[in-house]
């Protein structure tokens, strides 16, 4: 039976690699060819020895070794469909990993976590440089009593604060 035993297909079943049905609470196979197909069909084709054909021909006969060396075997697409395309995708991932690392050790992308930090502590250096002005010029303000020169001094003080931050922001861009 297309090169797996009777035996190996009912541990495949146990093991849930394999569909059957139930009849007066036995296990039956519709069709154990079909059974072996699905077996086939999971195997990685690059591993074991056995390379049964689907179609239950015998396999052909080694070519004579004064002709030359014969084509290798291929198994028919649906015997390694579902292998392949399940190693193809994880590839696919992979290489999709390995090019966000290369972007961000380039700086083309930057980490979520990175660039949160680097947010809150910019806005917490907006945050203390803003309060900062009061005590810095309380002193001052203090001995006016003209309004012009205290909003001067407030409007001062509070550009010179912003140009400052705009400085650093454009730095950390």
Do not use: W
């Not at 139930?22 to 519709?30: E, M, V």
């Not at 009593?145 to 730095?171: C, M, W």
Request: aromatic fraction near 6%.
């Amino acid at each position: 039976m297309l090169g797996i035993s009777v035996q190996a297909v009912g541990k495949y079943c146990i093991a849930g690699k394999v569909s059957f049905s139930f009849k007066d609470g036995k296990r039956y196979f519709t069709d154990l060819n079909d059974a072996a197909r699905e077996i086939l069909a999971s195997r990685d084709p690059g591993r074991g020895k056995s390379r049964a054909r689907l179609d239950g021909d015998a396999a052909p006969e080694a070519a004579d070794p004064k002709e030359g060396v014969a084509a290798p075997i291929e198994p028919p697409d649906e015997a390694i469909g579902s292998y392949n395309k399940s190693l193809a995708r994880k590839e696919h991932y992979k290489s999709l990993l390995a090019e966000i690392e290369y972007q961000i050790e380039t700086g083309a992308l930057v980490r979520k976590a990175d660039n949160d930090k680097a947010v809150f502590n910019f806005h917490r250096t907006i945050r203390d440089r803003l309060l900062n002005i009061p005590d810095r010029i309380a002193a001052v303000l203090a001995g006016e009593s003209d309004r012009e020169k205290v909003h001067g001094i407030l409007s001062k003080e509070l550009r010179q604060a912003l140009t400052e931050l705009a400085d650093e922001a454009e730095a950390i861009v």
